[in-house]
C-alpha cells in the first residue's frame, strides 16, 4: 500500500539511517544480552524500512493535487 507522505522518500531513508546508527551505538556499548537483541531487531527493523521507503512512497507530480485531512474531513488543494 503506498502512502502519499509530505516529504520525499529519502527523508524517511535518511531518519531509518539515523536509528541504524543510533542501534549500533546501542549494541555495541551494552553489555546485557537482552538490550543487544532489542537493538538488533530495531536496527534490522530500519534497515527494511529505509530500503523500502523509495517503493512504497510514491513521488509526487507538481500538477497533483495535494490532499490535506483536517480532522475528519477531505480538504484538496492544487498547487500553482
Known amino acids: 500500500m503506498a502512502r502519499d507522505w509530505w516529504w520525499p522518500w529519502w527523508i524517511s531513508s535518511l531518519f531509518d539511517v ?3 546508527v543510533l542501534a549500533v551505538i546501542v549494541f555495541l556499548r ?7 537483541q532489542v537493538a538488533v531487531v ?3 527493523g530500519a534497515i527494511v524500512a529505509a530500503g523500502l521507503a523509495p517503493v512504497v512512497m510514491k513521488g509526487k507530480a ?5 490532499r490535506m485531512q483536517t480532522g475528519n474531513t477531505m480538504m484538496t488543494t492544487t498547487t500553482p
Do not use: E, F
Not at 30 to 36: E, K, L, Q
Not at 62 to 66: E, L
Open 18 to 20: 539515523g536509528v541504524v
Open 30 to 36: 551494552a553489555s546485557r544480552r537482552r538490550v543487544r
Open 42 to 44: 530495531i536496527g534490522i
Open 62 to 66: 507538481s500538477d497533483t493535487p495535494m
